[in-house]
Structures are given as structure tokens and as C-alpha cells.
T-cell receptor
Framework: DADVTQTPRNRITKTGKRIMLECSQTKGHDRMYWYRQDPGLGLRLIYYSFDVKDINKGEISDGYSVSRQAQAKFSLSLESAIPNQTALYFCATSALIGVQETQYFGPGTRLLVL | KQEVTQIPAALSVPEGENLVLNCSFT??????LQWFRQDPGKGLTSLLL?????REQTSGRLNASLDKSSGRSTLYIAASQPGDSATYLCAVIRGRDDKIIFGKGTRLHILP
């Protein structure tokens, strides 16, 4: 079983709709992240959470919100989807083990906003 | 503001050749640097992580080096194979509680 799972894997929605992307992990990591990937722009950080009570905005948080329901779950919401939010969305986890931090990524959610 | 640049954006080489992918970063005060591989439509897989106190890391045919003073890292792939075809991303973390910043990646195609 995958350590980091994302649902749905693909989603088509219409402008103005509210949607939620979910991420869960079995790695027991405290830190979780949401990124979006666009052609030519690389990966950009939307939100990150270092533990259940800690939520931080990333590089491009406008138009998004998150919820850290438990250590293992971190969901991303688009309150009112718009076409330029069409992208590939990745959830990731990481943990500090000693001085090392390594990120582990989910398989991605491909979102199309019409 | 930390910026991470990867050149070239795309690279095609014949199978069997050794190759080097480049990554540069503007702020040398990094905590560590990580190389990832991404297959089309898939998530990222961590390849190598180099701590700021290290100069290089090796895993199989892969060797990553880090020169903090010049703001550069390279990923060396020996004896390339068609299965190495993927996008390779470099990422840096500025501090222990800081977020990770990615380059845009190098799309590698190994010609059979």
C-alpha cells in the first residue's frame, strides 16, 4: 500500500464550485504539504502544516484553504474554483529524523476547472 | 528570496552515456538539498538527499554533489538507460523549519 494517498486522482469541475482534495498518510509524519504543479512553473507550495495545530501559508495560498483533521490527514479546499486553478496537485509528508528531512509525495490529483 | 534554477530544461542523450544535470541556488544558507525523479503524471520519488555539511551522496548509478559556496549541485548519472527517462527536480530547504523550494526540473530522455 502507498504511504501517501490522494483522492480523487482526477477531477473535473465547473467554475464556482467548491471542491476538496484529500490526502492521507501512513508514515506517521508530522509535516504535510500541498503543492501545485503547472507546466513551465514547476512545483509551488500552497500550504504546509508542521503538526495538527500548525497551518502555514505557502507561496500561492490565495483561493485555497486547508484543514489538518488529524496527523494522518490534510485536505485542500478550493472554495470557488476558477480555471487558472487547473493543475496537478501533490500532497507530501516529511519528518525530521536527526538532522535529515526527506519529503515523500503522493501520486497527485489532476484537476480541471471548466 | 531563495531561487532554484535547473539548466537545461530538457536533455536527450543516447543510451549508455554518462550525464550531468545541474542545479543552482541563489542563497547558500541551505539546510539540505534533495534530488527527485518524476515520471509523467506521477508523484515525486526522492533520489538523494545531501545535508549542508556534506559534499556528495551516492546511490547506485547516481551521484549528487553539493558546493554551497558557489550555490551549485550536480546529479551525475552513469551508464544511462532508457528507464532513466523522467523529469529530475532539485529542491533546497533553507532551514530546519523552513519549506522546500523546487527548481522547475530537467526533462531527460534517454535514446535507445
Amino acid at each position: 500500500d502507498a504511504d501517501v494517498t490522494q483522492t480523487p486522482r482526477n477531477r473535473i469541475t465547473k467554475t464556482g464550485k467548491r471542491i476538496m482534495l484529500e490526502c492521507s498518510q501512513t508514515k506517521g509524519h508530522d509535516r504535510m504539504y500541498w503543492y501545485r504543479q503547472d507546466p513551465g512553473l514547476g512545483l509551488r507550495l500552497i500550504y504546509y502544516s508542521f503538526d495538527v495545530k500548525d497551518i502555514n501559508k505557502g507561496e500561492i495560498s490565495d483561493g485555497y484553504s486547508v484543514s489538518r483533521q488529524a496527523q494522518a490527514k490534510f485536505s485542500l479546499s478550493l472554495e470557488s474554483a476558477i480555471p487558472n486553478q487547473t493543475a496537478l496537485y501533490f500532497c507530501a509528508t516529511s519528518a525530521l529524523i536527526g538532522v535529515q528531512e526527506t519529503q515523500y509525495f503522493g501520486p497527485g490529483t489532476r484537476l480541471l476547472v471548466l | 528570496k531563495q531561487e532554484v534554477t535547473q539548466i537545461p530544461a530538457a536533455l536527450s542523450v543516447p543510451e549508455g552515456e554518462n550525464l550531468v544535470l545541474n542545479c543552482s541556488f541563489t542563497d547558500s544558507a541551505i539546510y539540505n538539498l534533495q534530488w527527485f525523479r518524476q515520471d509523467p503524471g506521477k508523484g515525486l520519488t526522492s533520489l538523494l538527499l545531501i545535508q549542508s555539511s556534506q559534499r556528495e551522496q551516492t546511490s547506485g548509478r547516481l551521484n549528487a554533489s553539493l558546493d554551497k559556496s558557489s550555490g551549485r549541485s550536480t546529479l551525475y548519472i552513469a551508464a544511462s538507460q532508457p528507464g532513466d527517462s523522467a523529469t529530475y527536480l532539485c529542491a533546497v530547504i533553507r532551514g530546519r523549519d523552513d519549506k522546500i523550494i523546487f527548481g522547475k526540473g530537467t526533462r531527460l530522455h534517454i535514446l535507445p
